[in-house]
């Protein structure tokens, strides 16, 4: 936790051309905890000035809704389990966009195998699009097209999204 702060402190006080360096490039990963199922703490691997360091993201556009707090760290729940098995024996790539210093945490893409990670929880109907946050016609086309082939929590509602679906 403290390499986290430190590593927190040194992002905020790095000149804008600095940022560059560790903001919007692609980061690959060496290892992962799961921490909630929206929250992943990643450890860098690759970048000279980053090598090995820890930071915690956020995965930006899911509605969690209730699974968002759950704690992965102990117990095993299906939304943790699910996570982590997506995860796991994965090239990882991440993206950071922006940092929160009251949260401590960083939003930005996680990349698995290339595809963005919070497309394909949508798309396979792990959880809904975060509506109140983005306004992306591509994850409303990706949250339909998983409700009308009876994906993930949209299994079994075939009957009542008929007239979305025809």
């Known amino acids: 936790m403290q390499f986290l702060k430190v590593l927190a402190f040194t992002l ?7 940022m560059c360096n560790v903001f919007f490039k692609p980061l690959d990963v060496s290892e992962l ?4 199922p929206s ?14 360091s ?8 899911v509605d969690f809704s209730t699974a968002e707090n759950l704690d992965c760290t102990v117990g095993n729940n299906k939304e943790c389990s699910q996570l ?6 994965k090239s990882i790539t991440i993206e950071l966009m922006t940092y929160d210093h009251e949260s401590q945490l960083f939003t930005g893409n996680i990349f698995v195998n290339g595809s963005k990670l919070s497309h394909t929880m949508i798309r396979e109907g792990w959880y809904k699009f975060d509506h109140r946050k983005s306004r992306s016609k591509h994850l ?12 993930g929590i949209w ?3 075939s009957t009542s999204l008929d007239y979305l679906c025809n």
Do not use: W
């Open 12 to 18: 905020v006080a790095m000149s804008p051309r600095a």
């Open 33 to 36: 905890e799961v921490i909630t």
């Open 39 to 52: 929250k992943i703490e990643f450890t860098i691997i690759g970048d000279e000035q980053y090598n090995n």
């Open 54 to 61: 820890t930071l915690v993201m956020k995965i930006q556009d």
């Open 84 to 89: 982590l098995s997506h995860l796991n024996l």
């Open 140 to 151: 409303v086309i990706l949250q339909k097209d998983a409700m009308c082939k009876g994906l």
């Open 155 to 157: 299994r079994g509602k």
